[in-house]
């Protein structure tokens, strides 16, 4: 699993999930390349307001196995699961 985060960098500096790679919703369209079609991706944001657009753009480009983390970065941290900074 690909977990991408679309906050942007200040939000990305002060916490992010292990492993994400971040790509800002405003650079998605010119770095949807760097995602694998073949590898399920989820997408997160503050709250999953940019990320629900994400996931329907990859979606319209091809990329079939994309979701939407529910709650996004708040809801992860709300529920006490660990965050890198």
Same mark, same amino acid.
């Given at each position: 699993? @690909?977990?991408?985060?679309?906050?942007?960098? %200040?939000? &990305?500096? @002060?916490?992010?999930?292990? +492993?994400?790679?971040?790509?800002?919703? %405003?650079?998605?369209?010119? @770095?949807?390349?760097?995602?694998?079609?073949?590898?399920?991706?989820?997408?997160?944001?503050? +709250? /999953? /307001?940019?990320?629900?657009i994400a996931t329907s753009f990859l979606q319209s480009?091809?990329? #079939?196995?994309?979701?939407?983390? %529910?709650? /996004?970065?708040? #809801? &992860?941290?709300? $529920? #006490?699961?660990?965050? $890198?900074?």
């Amino acid at each position: 699993i @690909r977990v991408v985060e679309g906050r942007l960098p %200040a939000a &990305w500096l @002060r916490g992010h999930l292990s +492993g994400a790679i971040h790509i800002p919703l %405003a650079s998605l369209p010119e @770095r949807v390349g760097e995602l694998d079609a073949s590898t399920p991706i989820v997408l997160h944001c503050k +709250g /999953g /307001g940019r990320s629900s657009i994400a996931t329907s753009f990859l979606q319209s480009r091809g990329l #079939g196995s994309v979701s939407n983390l %529910a709650g /996004g970065y708040e #809801g &992860w941290v709300a $529920e #006490g699961f660990e965050v $890198e900074r």
